[in-house]
């Protein structure tokens, strides 16, 4: 039975008994700043388990995807080494929010595994938590004799923490045969790969409080999950997951690539399976390689899984080819995985291109420090470092890679040298700002706000509730606050567009709107301040939008769609959506790309809006169910989360009494934002700039209408200065300034050359262990100078040399280092190891080889000390 048929199969056996399928959230937690990730299929109900929200049904199933490669949940040591591990995984889930308990649970899981799954409960058996004697009587009534083995450890005791919902689990074992060496869970010979857990039901019916007191709760509810790998595995007679079909064309990839057998490398093969898995699908949901957060546990993934392409053999960017075989084997059960294929392979191979480099330099430096080293020994912390720092090795990789010599890192030494870059892999919080419980309350006995700002900038409403210092309140007399009404034109920031301002006005007063925001998706609320009089619940209000900000920011927005189409027609189907924020004065537009546009490119980008702008275009829009919307071709920002019904945005050559863009439109996307009903309304766009923001992803910020003639303006007044300081008229200030440069350049070579010669005229020398050591303490030399410098050195003295120069910088505190040393004493004197000599004095950092190393620190009153020292070694 393949993985997808085992997935299908368990989404269609709960919605036949009441169920609802619900889609797999983001593997970044969206209202849980305690997680790093997305790690079982419970994150997303967790408001509703804590009570804290409601939803519309009390049954639901989920295919999960799930990343543990972080924070208390990390498994990525372990990956390689078993034959169930991974960092990524697809967690199958049922789920009972104060509706069926543990009869139809435990009757739910046995019935599927041994009727729909026909496995034979000769192969299963179950844990129960020891004092939970109504699940060890369901299970006898339910399973007959299958073996019911209590355990009182916390393995079978659920909690979501200190506090809150809580309750004993009930655990599903499969017997792989005695063949399989392990022992049975519970038992002194507990371990091996024989029983395998492949269903956890948990049954909250307590809630902790204070004290480590437990009462009932009143509304029991159920979580369950069953590992989507582990069950393939069992169906499909094998005892290593990543042997199951859904590994199968992976790992076959690995094979053709690395021109390798997977029986001699398999803990490789594992890795790298596992972890294109995860890169792919943190990439599709928007995590970025980057130095700290969710971004810096991609990148350690990303790199772990270079370094063992390497160890198999492997020397050129292949991941980013794996991602596309990941991609086709998984698009059709998560098809943002398709809409993000460019994105995914580019940000992939522009990290294999920066590391791969280094990879090499730092495994041979790394193989070097550690030849002296016993087995059972310790790498400096130091050195550790350096890779760290230099050739960019996370401390869990080269411990990786140490663990095959059975040596460890001094993990005291490295953590000293780390200090600030330590903490910025640590996690301070995750997912978007965690609700105000005051809101979820909120949301439980009221309806959610009706926006009326669609079809009109003014209305009347009645107050139904007023929020101030995170308390509810039934009058506002002063101050801050928000207000929520039954209905609004008010546009709340959403989906990359800014809120609403203006006024509300009552019979004896005005509340000014400053902001507009959307708590708990459903409940608008009018952030602002109470200018004149007193306003209570159930007050009638009249509410004004500020209109001309609005028609500034639905200009912006509907310029963002054209310029989304203009960069997919210039650059490619490839370019993605990946963020977007927008005002009344300038808007930002994040995409998919893997280099920088040419200024060619741009200006036709740019032409092109404005020829559409310029067209006349109808924009239309269109409420349909969001399959609907995707079957007939809109695009839809992968990563965001959309309800059932959505709103369509169409530019072009539309009809809003048919049901899809006529072929001739240029633009159809979800879009839940507000629009100019023509594009004439936008009046002109003007890109101000385009950058990166990150691997493979760009930056465009751009204004248009009134945004535009105001940025001229500024531009001019620049213009007019600029040709008074240079005296030349503006159309003369190219060739002006030009000129300038180049006499700047001329100028700074003179003076280069200067002091180069006095440097060599300073140099001291001194005869050291056959060395001619030259060596200078200079003054106001930049890096660049002190490399020149080095260059001179070795051309003139090309044997027995060795070069030491230090260098204060005036205007800081800051000293220069540059070592250089001739080819034929590198045996003996390495520039990496003199330059460390004097960085020890100076406190500071850097690095190099045998021919030339360089660094600095902060410590200018230690330079001398430095050179001296750096002197005394050789």
């Known amino acids: 039975m393949l993985t997808s048929q085992i997935r299908s199969s368990f989404l269609k056996f709960f919605e036949d008994n009441g169920h609802e399928v619900v889609n797999s959230s983001s593997v970044v937690p969206q209202n849980d700043p305690s997680l790093l990730f997305t790690n079982a299929g419970m994150v997303q109900f967790k408001n509703v388990f804590t009570g804290l929200e409601a939803l519309s049904y009390k049954r639901a199933t989920t295919s999960q995807k799930c990343i543990r490669a972080g924070g208390k949940h990390n498994d990525l040591d372990q990956v390689g080494f078993t034959a169930r591990h991974h960092t990524f995984f697809e967690m ?60 009182s450890t916390s393995d079978n ?13 009930s655990e599903i074992f499969y017997d792989h045969g005695t063949d399989i060496f392990g022992g049975m869970p519970g038992t002194p010979d507990e371990g091996g790969d024989r029983y395998i857990e492949i269903w956890n039901i948990v049954f909250m019916q307590f809630e902790q409080i204070a004290g480590g007191k437990r009462i009932p709760l009143k509304n029991k509810s159920i979580d369950t999950g069953m590992g989507l790998e582990r069950i393939s595995s069992v169906m499909q007679g094998l005892h290593d997951n990543y042997e199951t079909d859904i590994f199968r064309h992976i790992i076959s990839s690995i094979r053709d690539i690395s021109g390798t057998n997977y029986e001699t490398t398999y803990p490789s093969y594992k890795v790298i399976a596992d972890h294109i898995r995860s890169i792919s699908f943190l990439m599709a949901d928007g995590v970025v390689p980057s130095n700290e957060g969710r971004g810096y546990v991609l990148r350690r993934i990303l790199r772990r899984a270079m370094r063992h392409g390497h160890i198999i053999g492997i020397r050129e960017p292949f991941l980013s080819t794996l991602s596309g075989v990941l991609i086709d084997t998984m698009k059709q059960a998560y098809p943002e995985l398709e809409k993000a294929r460019f994105t995914i392979a580019s940000m992939i191979h522009s990290e294999e291109e920066k590391f791969l480099d280094t990879l090499e330099r730092g495994l041979k430096i790394l193989q070097q420090d550690i030849k002296n080293i016993p087995t059972g020994g310790q790498l400096d912390g130091e050195i550790a470092f350096k890779l760290y720092d230099t050739y960019g090795f996370p401390l869990d990789l080269t411990q990786d890679i140490l663990k095959t010599e059975n040596i460890s890192v001094d993990l005291e030494g490295f953590e000293e040298s780390l200090e600030k870059q330590r903490n910025r892999a640590k996690w301070a919080g995750s997912g978007e700002l965690k609700q105000q419980e005051i809101w979820l309350s909120l949301k439980k006995k009221l309806a959610p706000t009706n926006f009326i700002g669609y079809e009109q900038f003014s209305g009347f409403s009645k107050i139904v509730a007023i929020v101030q210092n995170e308390e509810e309140i039934s009058e506002l007399f002063a101050g801050k606050a928000y207000l929520v009404v039954e209905s609004t034109p008010f546009y709340a920031e959403c989906g990359g567009q800014c809120g609403d301002r203006g006024i509300i006005e009552f019979p004896d007063g005005v509340f000014q709107v400053t902001n507009t925001v959307k708590f708990c998706d459903t409940l ?33 927005h509907t310029a963002t769609h054209l310029l989304h189409a203009a960069l997919r027609q210039i650059l490619g189907d490839h370019v993605a959506q990946r963020g977007s924020y927008l005002d009344d004065e300038r808007l930002r537009f994040d995409f998919s790309h893997n280099s920088a546009i040419s200024p060619e490119n741009l200006k036709k980008i740019e032409a092109l809006v404005n020829a559409w702008i310029s067209e006349h275009r109808v924009v239309s829009h269109r409420e349909m169910s969001r399959n609907e919307a995707i079957n007939s071709g809109a695009t839809a920002l992968f990563g965001e989360k959309y309800g059932d019904s959505v709103r369509t945005i169409c530019v072009g050559d539309s009809d809003t009494s048919t049901k899809s863009c006529h072929d001739s439109k240029i633009s159809f996307e979800l879009c839940g934002g507000t629009h100019v009903s023509n594009t004439s309304e936008i009046g002109l766009f003007k890109i101000l700039s385009e950058a990166s923001i990150g691997s493979g992803l760009r930056r465009i910020e751009a204004i248009t209408s009134e945004s535009i003639l105001n940025y001229l303006g500024e531009i001019e007044e620049l213009l007019q200065k600029a040709s008074l300081q240079l005296k030349c008229t503006p159309a003369k200030l190219p060739q002006k300034i030009s000129d300038l440069v180049a006499e700047l350049k001329k100028r700074n070579h003179e003076i280069s050359a200067q002091k180069q010669k006095t440097a060599i005229a300073n140099l001291t020398f001194a005869q050291k262990s056959a060395a001619a050591v030259f060596s200078a303490l200079l003054d106001d030399y930049t890096m660049e100078d002190l490399r020149a410098l080095c260059d001179i050195i070795k051309a003139k003295y090309s044997c027995g040399t060795i070069g030491l120069l230090v260098s204060r910088d005036s205007d800081s505190d800051k000293t220069y280092i540059a070592v250089t040393v001739s080819s034929d004493l590198q045996s003996r004197f390495r520039a990496g190891d003199i330059l460390k000599i004097g960085l020890d004095v100076l406190g500071g950092k850097g690095g190099g080889g045998a021919a030339f190393a360089q660094g600095g620190g902060a410590s200018k009153s230690k330079a001398e000390a430095a050179l001296n020292a750096m002197l005394t070694a050789i």
Do not use: Q
Not at 98 to 125: H, M, Q, R, V
Not at 527 to 539: F, Q
């Open 157 to 169: 005791f659920w909690s979501m923490g200190d506090a809150g919902p809580c309750g004993p689990c």
């Open 92 to 151: 199958l889930g049922n789920f009972s929010f104060g509706d069926y308990f543990k009869e139809e649970a435990i009757f739910y899981a046995w019935t599927f595994l041994t009727k729909e799954l026909c496995i034979s409960p000769e192969n299963l058996l179950v844990t129960v938590y020891h004092t939970d004697e109504e699940a060890k009587g369901l299970w006898e009534k339910i399973a007959g004799d299958v073996t019911i083995i209590p355990i």
């Open 524 to 556: 608008i609320a009018h952030e602002g301040t109470l200018l004149s009089g007193n306003i209570a619940i159930s007050s009638v209000v009249h509410l004004k939008i500020d209109a001309e900000r609005r028609g500034k920011i639905m200009a912006n």
